[in-house]
């Protein structure tokens, strides 16, 4: 009986975690001309250096699709457009995204929606040596509003599913608990 009951819950978790279905996405994108020109499109640009790179799986609820965002945590040395604190995080697409290095400065343009900033994958990243090539580009710019350290955000970013780890301990928890009263039983 007990043997069943866990082969069911098995069989149910197992049906539950590989029966979502994935969405497909298409990239299109128009092209964006000159620096300048981009710096309309977007809400802003930032140069700096890339400090650290993570992956972060999101989930809509506990069944809903599963997607990777790769963070950036950049040192802001000047923005353009829009002003920043010295250290953001910037949300780039996992899939389509530039290959950031850490240590390496860029110029990114960014977006900003519901309080989190994004590179879009169509937007041009333009890897600099220093930050005079930018302010050739767009001017002096502005330096960052506040000095601030966000590095500690980065810690909660995970690249695994954690699901299944939580499942798996829950399962270890019924099968322990079921030989504990099986023990139990037993002794009475």
């Not at 866990?6 to 979502?20: A, C, E, G, H, R």
């Not at 950036?72 to 604190?85: F, N, P, Q």
């Not at 499942?167 to 099986?182: D, E, G, H, K, S």
Request: hydrophobic share 40%; proline share 2%.
């Amino acid at each position: 009986m007990q043997l069943r009951l866990l082969i069911l819950i098995f069989t149910f978790t197992m049906v539950f975690f590989f029966s979502n279905e994935q969405d497909a996405k298409a990239l299109s994108c128009v092209e964006v001309g000159s620096p300048q020109e981009a710096l309309e499109r977007f809400d802003g640009a930032v140069f700096g250096e890339v400090k650290q790179i993570k992956v972060d799986l999101k989930q809509e609820g506990f069944t809903g699709t599963k997607e990777k965002t790769r963070y950036i945590l950049m040192e802001a040395e000047r923005s353009w457009k829009t002003e920043v604190d010295s250290q953001i995080i910037v949300a780039a697409d996992y899939t389509w995204g530039y290959e950031f290095k850490e240590g390496n400065e860029y110029l990114i343009y960014i977006s900003e929606s519901d309080g989190e900033l994004s590179s879009s994958p169509c937007s041009q990243t333009i890897e600099m040596d220093n930050l005079n090539q930018a302010t050739e580009l767009f001017g002096e710019g502005l330096r960052p509003k506040n000095q601030v350290n966000i590095e500690h955000k980065m810690w909660f970013m995970f690249e695994q599913d954690i699901d299944v780890y939580i499942v798996l301990v829950a399962l270890v928890f019924v099968v322990i608990t079921i030989r504990f009263m099986r023990i139990r039983k037993k002794k009475s």
